[in-house]
């Protein structure tokens, strides 16, 4: 009888400390420092409105007022950092070879029409720019604006000189990179670990299962970013999918986009985004779940929405 009630007290002042923990964080961990609070996130500058990772694209989302600047980067046979989102560059340019192969020079232009990857049956026509740019250029055009940066392939030479050019531009302290990747992120951390990593799909996966055994509040977390996709969004194919896929992509959607979770996070200072948001029902639901901010491919159509609903949004943020 005594063993059962000391079981039992354990595991009620274990819940009970946990669910404490889990609404006020800051009672065990220190805030993260937040040097910018991104809402508004345009994908690869914003790819269903001018051609992915292309300065045109990136200048027209700085113009809109985007709050962060999402990119892809891979290195050049000259071993040139350039921004760009395939390995190969046969479905952004029509030539069937990889970029690590390509001196920076010889890297041909763009297709005038690229597919837009999370927007079913939408193809973006570009204008005049279609050239792949460096690294460098998107820092020199734009000194303030925060910058999301996907290391794309696991290269150490990669990594040490993207880092080299955050330091050069004195952007360590609104430069955010890393990869689904966890051997990629922890060589991003190794390398630098002034500039914010993001969480690895490994690390996600352990972050959900402390959240749901109680765990998460005694955890320390070095990550300051959290990217996640919004599973719902996959069945907007359902025709497409499988039975079992659909219930794969329900049991996702239900176990990831968990407010409780979000709030959580954002009281230890990491901010949650969610990707890649192209319809407004799919704005509001990441907003209403706590997320701070929203990456999509169409970033006027996120601004209007943001316009149009910024006491919701304010009410949203100071609440949670």
Same mark, same amino acid.
């Given at each position: 009888?005594? *063993?059962?009630v000391?079981?039992l007290s354990?595991v009620?002042?274990?819940? %009970?400390?946990?669910? %404490?923990? %889990?609404?006020?964080?800051?009672?065990?961990?220190r805030?993260?420092?937040?040097?910018? @609070?991104s809402?508004?996130?345009?994908?690869?500058?914003? *790819?269903?409105?001018?051609?992915? /990772?292309t300065?045109? *694209?990136?200048?027209?989302?700085?113009?809109l =007022?985007?709050?962060?600047?999402?990119?892809?980067?891979?290195?050049t046979?000259?071993?040139?950092?350039?921004?760009?989102?395939?390995? /190969?560059?046969?479905?952004?340019?029509?030539?069937?070879?990889?970029?690590? $192969?390509?001196?920076?020079? $010889?890297?041909?232009?763009? %297709?005038?029409?690229? =597919?837009?990857?999370?927007?079913?049956?939408?193809?973006?026509?570009?204008g005049?720019?279609?050239?792949?740019?460096?690294?460098?250029d998107?820092?020199? *055009?734009f000194?303030?604006?925060?910058? /999301?940066?996907?290391?794309?392939?696991n290269?150490?030479?990669?990594i040490?000189?993207?880092?080299?050019?955050?330091?050069?531009?004195?952007?360590?302290h609104?430069?955010?990179?890393?990869?689904?990747?966890?051997?990629?992120?922890q060589?991003?951390?190794?390398?630098?670990?002034?500039?914010?990593? @993001?969480?690895?799909?490994?690390?996600?996966?352990?972050?959900?299962? @402390?959240?749901?055994?109680?765990l998460?509040?005694?955890?320390?977390?070095?990550?300051?970013?959290?990217?996640?996709?919004?599973?719902?969004?996959?069945?907007?194919?359902?025709?497409?999918?499988?039975?079992?896929?659909?219930?794969?992509?329900?049991?996702?959607?239900?176990?990831?986009?968990?407010?409780?979770?979000?709030?959580?996070?954002?009281?230890?200072?990491?901010?949650?985004?969610?990707?890649?948001?192209?319809?407004?029902?799919?704005?509001?639901?990441?907003?209403?779940? =706590?997320?701070? =901010?929203?990456?999509?491919?169409?970033?006027?159509?996120?601004? $209007?929405?943001?316009?149009?609903?910024?006491?919701? @949004?304010?009410?949203?943020?100071?609440?949670?």
């Open positions: 009888m005594c *063993a059962a000391y079981v354990t009620m002042g274990y819940v %009970l400390t946990s669910a %404490l923990l %889990l609404k006020c964080p800051t009672l065990l961990h805030r993260k420092r937040e040097p910018f @609070l809402r508004h996130i345009s994908h690869r500058g914003g *790819a269903g409105e001018n051609l992915e /990772n300065m045109a *694209a990136f200048k027209h989302a700085v113009d =007022g985007t709050d962060m600047l999402e990119l892809d980067c891979h290195m046979k000259d071993e040139q950092v350039v921004v760009s989102h395939d390995a /190969n560059l046969e479905r952004s340019t029509g030539i069937s070879a990889y970029i690590s $192969d390509v001196a920076y020079a $010889d890297l041909p232009p763009y %297709l005038c029409k690229l =597919g837009v990857t999370f927007q079913r049956e939408c193809v973006c026509e570009g005049e720019d279609k050239h792949i740019p460096l690294l460098r998107v820092f020199e *055009a000194p303030n604006t925060p910058v /999301n940066i996907d290391i794309k392939v290269n150490d030479t990669l040490k000189k993207v880092s080299e050019l955050v330091v050069k531009y004195d952007r360590e609104i430069t955010v990179w890393g990869n689904s990747s966890n051997q990629i992120v060589k991003c951390y190794k390398e630098n670990p002034r500039i914010p990593v @993001l969480f690895s799909m490994r690390r996600v996966l352990m972050l959900v299962g @402390l959240f749901y055994t109680g998460l509040p005694f955890v320390p977390l070095k990550e300051q970013f959290l990217e996640i996709p919004m599973p719902s969004i996959v069945t907007k194919d359902p025709d497409k999918m499988t039975r079992s896929q659909h219930v794969i992509t329900w049991l996702a959607d239900t176990l990831l986009m968990r407010r409780a979770l979000f709030n959580h996070l954002t009281a230890r200072g990491i901010q949650v985004y969610v990707w890649v948001l192209n319809d407004e029902k799919d704005f509001k639901r990441a907003f209403d779940l =706590g997320a701070t =901010g929203v990456m999509t491919d169409f970033p006027t159509k996120l601004r $209007d929405f943001m316009e149009k609903n910024v006491i919701f @949004l304010d009410v949203l943020y100071n609440f949670s």
